[in-house]
């Protein structure tokens, strides 16, 4: 079964600094990752996904993500935080598997805060 | 391009009553899903369609929970009786297909049961 952990429940940074956001996956198969970010009382907005190919992929907002197969790491990246980054993000799985149903599976999220 | 609704955005309700919630999805969209996010944990998936078939209900509490998508667009999920730990958020999405699709969400439905 797919799983996603994202270790840390939150981290903190001041802005203009870079920050990381974590997550690390296990999954049979070539994996399809994604991130999303929510903010309070609004539904899940999506940020970036790894298919295959470039290890670094680039999304909205100025994010990107580096895919790490001997790692199954998928960290968020931000060269510079902004107030405005302080949010809840989750990372997702699921599967290239050719046959059967593949589910998103998601982590339990990290809030991230952004300090003036 | 018009987001995912959902509605309504809020609701309280007392255990034992019944309560649905609606979703329309990004035209286009085969593939309905319909999540549920319990307050600090991640979204867990309830039921997804492919147009108006099931495609997976295996963690949909079937005894109280029900869902259906006539015609492939709109979706309606319902509870009854409601139970005190069906208070969660409840999230609609849709994708054009499945598997390396992106999911995109509404804004959800905040349940609160009594």
Known sequence: AQSVAQPEDQVNVAEGNPLTVKCTYSVSGNPYLFWYVQYPNRGLQFLLKYITGDNLVKGSYGFEAEFNKSQTSFHLKKPSALVSDSALYFCAVTTGKNTGFQKLVFGTGTRLLVSP | ?114
């Open chain 2, 1 to 114: 391009e018009a987001g995912v609704a959902q509605s309504p955005r809020y609701k309280i309700i007392e255990k034992r009553q019944s309560v649905a919630f609606w979703c329309n999805p990004i035209s286009g969209h085969a593939t309905l899903y319909w999540y549920q996010q319990i307050l600090g944990q991640g979204p867990k998936l309830l039921i997804q369609f492919q147009n108006n078939g099931v495609v997976d209900d295996s963690q949909l509490p079937k005894d109280r929970f029900s869902a259906e998508r006539l015609k492939g667009v709109d979706s309606t999920l319902k509870i009854q009786p409601a139970k005190l730990e069906d208070s969660a958020v409840y999230l609609c999405a849709s994708s054009r297909t499945t598997g390396s699709d992106t999911q995109y969400f509404g804004p959800g439905t905040r349940l609160t049961v009594l």
